[in-house]
């Protein structure tokens, strides 16, 4: 991650989540770390997990490699492209000169000015 998630949900699931001392005697005891929860453990980790097959290895490969997950079959991706992207479907021509390093995107140069403010960089991740 690009910085610390306070939880992360897999189907409905807690699986990680930052916790600080399980010993501690206060509901807030610092340092904290990301720890595996319910969703990381037992049954629970192929309940939150999905494995994409093709469709003609639907009902083999549950029984045949013995996985607990759920299997779906992957149908009509051999043909998308970046055009079928509903938001991101743009592919403009980008040029970057060896020499000076200037970028150009259709033509136009690209400048931005040096950024003021960095939020989650790292003075958020404390611990």
Do not use: W
């Amino acid at each position: 991650f690009g910085s610390r998630p306070e939880m992360i949900l897999k189907g409905g699931v807690i699986v990680q989540a930052q916790m600080g001392d399980p010993n501690a005697s206060i509901p807030t005891p610092q340092p904290s770390f990301s720890r595996p929860m319910f969703g990381a453990f037992g049954g629970g980790v192929g309940y939150c997990s999905v494995a994409f097959v093709s469709a003609a290895s639907v009902e083999k490969v549950s029984s045949e490699y013995g996985l607990s997950k759920r299997v779906l079959a992957v149908r009509d991706c051999r043909t998308v492209a970046k055009k079928d992207m509903a938001l991101n479907d743009y592919l403009p021509n980008i040029s970057v000169d060896p020499e000076t390093y200037r970028v150009m995107v259709d033509g136009v140069h690209l400048t931005c000015e040096p950024a003021e403010r960095l939020p989650l960089a790292q003075l958020y991740n404390f611990f």
